[in-house]
C-alpha cells in the first residue's frame, strides 16, 4: 500500500454544527487537504500540543517504549469506522517493526513529540479530500463523521428541506 506524508496544518471547530471538531492535514506532495473529524476531547489534547507543547498525554507511552529499546519511526492514519479514526504509531526495536493502535489524536500529539513523519495511505486521501468548488472549502464524506455529528446533520438537513442530503445521511446511520 501507498502512502504519502501529511503536515497538521491547523484545527478548526464547528461554528453552526457544534460537534464538530476537525484536525486538517495536507498532503505534502499535493497540497490536497484531508480533514479528519475527531472528538471534542482530543481537538483539545492536539491543541494543548500545538500551542504550549504539552505532550503530557503521550509521555507514558513514549518512556515505557524508551526502556523497552522501541525507536519511533511514523504514524499511519487508518480509515474511519463509523466516524471514529485511529493510527498506527510505529516503532522499531533491530530489524522488527512494532505497531500499536491509538485513538488519532494521541497519534498525532506522539507523531509530534516524537518528531516522526505523519503518513496517510493514498486510497485513503482520495476518498476522503475531495475539494470543492470554492478554494477554501472541503467536501467531507459521511463516513468520516461522527455518529453524533451525523444525527445533528441529519437534522439540520431536515430543518432547511434538503431531503437528498437528509437521506444520504439517514442511510450512513442506518449503516452503523
Known sequence: M?????????????????EAFILVFEVKETQRIVP???????????EAALQSENYAPVRLMHLLA???M???????????VEGGTSALVNYSRGEEEISLCVPICEAVVWALHCGVPM???NDYIRAFSRMSSDTHAVKVPVEGMPTKLLQEALASAVEAENFELASRLRDELNQR
Do not use: C, D, W
Not at 501507498?2 to 457544534?18: F, R
Open 119 to 121: 503518513v496517510i495511505s
Open 2 to 18: 501507498a502512502y504519502s506524508e501529511v503536515n497538521l496544518i491547523g484545527l478548526t471547530h464547528g461554528p453552526e454544527m457544534h
Open 70 to 80: 522501541l525507536v519511533p519511526q511514523r504514524m499511519r492514519m487508518l480509515k474511519p
Open 66 to 68: 524508551r526502556r523497552l
Open 36 to 46: 479528519i473529524f475527531v472528538e471534542k476531547e482530543g481537538f483539545e489534547m492536539v
